[in-house]
């Protein structure tokens, strides 16, 4: 039996790799393909605004180059960071937390945010993003879960938002992981596939927290995944696996 009000199935980065990854195009295609739970990375500009982006510098995802994190969002609003991906994308804009929040709210879709702060900013990204998340989805029933590898990222998201979900990431079964995630008062643990097995899930799930797992692609993982009993599959194959695909079958 899960825990989690969420659907099983969530689009990695909006659509994974098929459109460029945490910008509105891609949600609108992982839609399309008929999910309703998104992932995505939230940073903040350098006067404090949030917005998608996953690396700390523009240069893989976008025509411009140079840490995100040191631009204003006058300035990244001008970037593409669709050329990148295809020609069918070029001009695509770098959305900010509020438009895809727009876009989650008008659809009824669930969203998880990662809070993926530029390095030496944490706590005060996890302050800011929650607080905007908070203000968002204010009166809503199903609130963003917030999400991060960085402990005082979610500190500083559990001070300024205490009553939005938390969830702790991890990539590996470091030492204290699920103390951890029970010190910042988690909801949830979303962890690499490959670390999880069903004992880990039975602690997860005796301690009330929801197992979810990130990146999932191929067929024989997700199977032996729902098996497991898992609670939520981040992937990027969202033409591939379907969102109504149920915990025992694929
Ligand atoms: O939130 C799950 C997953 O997105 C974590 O890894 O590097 O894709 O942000 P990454
Ligand atoms: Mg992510």
Redesign the pocket.
């Known amino acids: 039996m899960t825990l989690s009000p969420w659907p099983l199935w969530i689009a990695?980065?909006g659509a994974g790799k098929l459109a460029p990854e945490n910008t509105l195009a891609a949600f609108r295609l992982g839609a399309r393909h008929g999910y309703s739970a998104f992932?995505c990375?939230v940073k903040l500009s350098a006067d404090g605004l949030p917005f998608l982006l996953?690396d700390a510098t523009l240069d893989r995802t976008s025509n411009v180059k140079g840490v995100a994190g040191e631009k204003t969002w006058a300035e990244l609003s001008r970037i593409d960071a669709g050329s990148w991906h295809s020609r069918a994308y070029a001009g695509e804009p770098l959305p900010t937390l509020g438009s895809i929040a727009a876009f989650c709210l008008a659809n009824s879709h669930a969203l998880?945010i990662?809070i993926?702060p530029t390095p030496g900013v944490e706590r005060r990204t996890g302050e800011v993003v929650a607080r905007e998340a908070e203000r968002l989805w204010r009166d809503r029933t199903l609130p963003p879960l917030l999400?991060s590898f960085e402990p005082d990222a979610l500190e500083g998201a559990r001070a300024a938002a205490p009553r939005l979900p938390r969830a702790l990431?991890i990539d590996t079964l470091v030492e204290g992981w699920f103390e951890r995630a029970q010190g910042l008062g988690c909801v949830a643990v979303?962890a690499n596939h490959r670390v999880y097995d069903t004992a880990m899930v039975a602690r997860l799930h005796a301690a009330n927290l929801w197992a979810l797992c990130?990146?999932v692609n191929d067929d024989s993982s997700a199977r032996a995944l729902l098996g497991m009993g898992l609670d939520g599959l981040?992937t990027d194959a969202v033409d591939r696996f379907s969102p109504h695909a149920g915990r025992l079958g694929v």
């Open positions: 990695h980065r992932e990375d996953h998880n990662e993926k999400s990431l979303v990130y990146t981040v």
